[in-house]
T-cell receptor, first 119, second 110 residues
Framework: GAVVSQHPSRVICKSGTSVKIECRSL??????MFWYRQFPKQSLMLMAT?????????EQGVEKDKFLINHASLTLSTLTVTSAHPEDSSFYIC???????????????FGDGTRLSIL | GIQVEQSPPDLILQEGANSTLRCNFS?????LQWFHQNPWGQLINLFY???GTKQNGRLSATTVATERYSLLYISSSQTTDSGVYFC????????????FGEGTQLTVNP
């Protein structure tokens, strides 16, 4: 149980294009999803918190107009990298919190990540 | 914000050896998770362990919340254990946001 699916797994595109990444909770409802970015040989850095039906909360230093997040349903959040440039090349990972488990604190369930390469 | 420190940063083992990875955190937490990131980038959830001890096969973990550290034990290591091990913590005031440590790069040689 608690499977999070992330697509696509890998994207290669030209500079200036926009790229959309999807994060789906397959067998549970997720009130909150998170988007992380990981550069090579580094740790995961939280970019933003996405709550269903409301605007995302971005971490300090993350451009909200650059990284558009939509969480329109309890099972889907999307991250769109707009006008992507080579410095946006990275590994992007989403995670989801399960709704209604009765636990006061819930573990996060992670997708398999998307490797984005901008040429 | 909270600081999460992992040690050692790198560890090289021979197959069959045992190891202990450590995670120190600078403030009280209400959630701690251990992850294994394999060479393909997949993040595997090993333990959800805000306190106490848990075991899963060759792996076990102990979190002493009052002393602000957690340990991950790997016994009889295998080459497939290679990868990066992360611990991540959540504070009560963080809105479920996880803060990751820098990770321990484990290499298990045959």
């Amino acid at each position: 149980g608690a499977v999070v699916s992330q697509h696509p797994s890998r994207v290669i595109c030209k500079s200036g294009t926009s790229v959309k990444i999807e994060c789906r909770s397959l067998d549970f409802q997720a009130t909150t999803m998170f988007w992380y970015r990981q550069f090579p040989k580094q740790s995961l850095m939280l970019m933003a918190t996405s709550n269903e039906g409301s605007k995302a909360t971005y971490e300090q230093g993350v451009e909200k107009d650059k990284f558009l997040i939509n969480h329109a349903s309890l099972t889907l959040s999307t991250l769109t990298v707009t006008s992507a440039h080579p410095e946006d090349s990275s590994f992007y990972i989403c995670s989801a919190l399960q709704r209604g488990t009765g636990l006061s604190v819930q573990p996060q369930h992670f997708g398999d990540g998307t490797r984005l390469s901008i040429l | 914000g909270i600081q999460v420190e992992q040690s050692p940063p790198d560890l090289i083992l021979q197959e069959g050896a045992n190891s202990t990875l450590r995670c120190n955190f600078s403030d009280s937490v209400n959630n701690l998770q251990w992850f294994h990131q394999n060479p393909w980038g997949q993040l595997i959830n090993l333990f959800y362990i805000p306190s106490g001890t848990k075991q899963n096969g060759r792996l076990s973990a102990t979190t002493v919340a009052t002393e602000r550290y957690s340990l991950l034990y790997i016994s009889s290591s295998q080459t497939t254990d290679s990868g990066v091990y992360f611990c991540a913590v959540e504070q009560g005031t963080s809105g479920s946001r996880l803060t990751f440590g820098e990770g321990t790069q484990l290499t298990v040689n045959p």
